[in-house]
């Protein structure tokens, strides 16, 4: 038997479809107010499938984040890819990343880069993976493949191997934790240190 749809159901669908509508259009308008505070060049594709809400994707993209209209962070990365519909939503950096810290002065303070990231919404942690380096602004220079930044606590951290470069001395070890722009830090289970003679 063939059940006709009511006009309840008809409207119902056309209420979820004008929701639909209405989430695409603000992700959309959202895309490209982040863009116009970076890259002219930046694009922008938006994904649906079937009735679930858009995935959102950009290349060649640049942020800058600002805090009391002081510019705090510039972000750049190749391509971005939002992942608004798993259970713990995250925006996904498969070709890398890199994050500059300025001061007051608009100085860069510290800086991230690495060749994936990950960003998610639930705590504002970020991951980076795969050669990643941060320098601070003296000039020290942390190498490890796994590094956390919880932006929260305003902490960095790694469980794995990390080397840490100065001007005169290198340090390696497994675990490491630091205030976020890296001027502050301490390897936690030290396995060595070299000196080197920089007039060589």
């Not at 934790?177 to 390897?187: R, V």
Request: proline share 2%; hydrophobic share 35%.
């Amino acid at each position: 038997m063939k059940i006709e749809p009511t006009l309840s159901d008809i409207s119902t669908k056309i209420s979820l479809l004008l929701i639909q509508k209405k989430v695409l259009l603000f992700m959309v308008l959202t895309a490209i107010l982040f863009v116009s505070c970076g890259k002219e060049t930046a694009k922008i594709k938006i994904n649906s499938v079937g009735e679930e809400l858009p995935s959102l994707t950009a290349e060649d993209f640049e942020m800058l984040v600002s805090d009391s209209s002081v510019i705090r962070f510039k972000l750049q990365t190749p391509e971005f890819i939002r992942h608004k519909n798993e259970k713990d939503p995250y925006t996904e950096f498969p070709k890398g990343v890199k994050i500059e810290k300025y001061d007051a002065n608009m100085n860069i303070v510290s800086s991230i880069t690495c060749l994936y990231a990950k960003n998610f919404d639930s705590d504002n942690r970020w991951e980076a993976k795969n050669n990643v380096v941060a320098i601070n602004f003296k000039g020290d220079t942390l190498k490890t493949e796994y590094l956390v930044w919880d932006t929260e606590r305003q902490k960095i951290y790694s469980d794995r191997f990390v080397k840490i470069i100065q001007k005169d001395q290198v340090y390696t070890g497994i675990g490491f934790e630091s205030n976020q722009d890296f001027s502050e830090y301490h390897i936690k289970n030290l396995k060595g240190n070299m000196y080197v003679n920089v007039d060589e």
